[in-house]
């Protein structure tokens, strides 16, 4: 009996010493989360939060020759030109992040994105994020957005999200001669990890009120992670990186491009 109630004493002084480190390391944004190794999933964002005064950096290409087109011809549309981009994050305050992103089509995004709730107590994290996109160099057509990220992570093996999002300004026509001039996407993606370092990832962005032509940008691919670098191959049938390009929807369902993302923390 006295050796029944040492264990049992042991056991509740070893948890209450180990439940406070655990709970810190939870607590701490630079220890990774298997389940959420990146800030973006292809081109819908994540709750991963980036530490205080740390930053990171984001390369997307997409190349604009069809995977269909001509075969090993162009090399499955590698030979054709690509649309490209270059993003920069910046931690400013706990759970806070701010960030510039410029393809080469001369769009600028500027966003912000701010952690209300963290899963633990509850099944779920949230994120509040809001952007504008400036086209011609930030100097023309703005379209500003708000939106949410909710995520919930199946212990180190998956993620899965759902984000709606409203854009304004996404019909590209004078506003004289449109009826609807906003979106609301709803982002819906998953990531899941098959092997330690080797991940799965899929999103699809339907338009769900507003301006909704073409069909739904979807994206899928593969990544592998190795120390702060994540690099992703996928294959979606449109070009959208940001929110305001994503509401206008992909050009067809019937041809299928290549990309890449590469990241990089420095952390």
Not at 40 to 62: C, D, E, V, Y
Not at 189 to 196: H, T
């Amino acid at each position: 009996m006295n050796r029944s109630l040492a264990r049992l004493f042991t056991a509740a002084a070893l948890s209450l010493c180990l439940a406070p480190a655990a709970f810190a390391q939870d607590d701490d944004d630079t220890v990774l989360k298997p389940a959420e190794p990146d800030f973006t999933i292809a081109s819908l964002g994540t709750n991963m939060r980036l530490p205080q005064n740390k930053m990171t950096f984001r390369l997307t290409h997409r190349f604009e020759g069809p995977l269909n087109d001509n075969g090993i011809g162009d090399l499955f549309g590698l030979d054709a030109g690509a649309q490209m981009g270059l993003e920069f994050r910046y931690g400013v305050i706990t759970g806070g992040q701010v960030g510039f992103y410029r393809t080469n089509d001369k769009t600028i995004e500027l966003f912000g994105q701010y952690s209300l709730l963290r899963q633990g107590s509850l099944p779920l994290d949230l994120s509040a994020r809001v952007g504008v996109e400036g086209t011609n160099n930030f100097q023309d057509s703005y379209s500003p957005s708000v939106g949410l990220v909710i995520s919930h992570r199946f212990g180190d093996a998956a993620a899965l999200y759902v984000e709606p999002t409203w854009v304004n300004n996404t019909n590209t026509l004078p506003k004289e001669l449109v009826d609807d001039n906003d979106s609301i996407n709803l982002g819906i993606g998953a990531r899941i990890r098959i092997r330690p370092t080797v991940y799965v990832i899929g999103e699809v962005t339907p338009r769900v009120s507003g301006f909704k032509p073409n069909s739904n940008q979807a994206t899928f691919g593969i990544e592998k992670r190795a120390g702060g670098h994540m690099f992703q191959l996928n294959i979606s049938n449109g070009f959208a990186t940001m929110p305001a390009s994503l509401a206008r929807g992909a050009f067809t369902t019937d041809n299928w491009y290549l990309g890449f993302n590469l990241a990089r923390k420095f952390y």
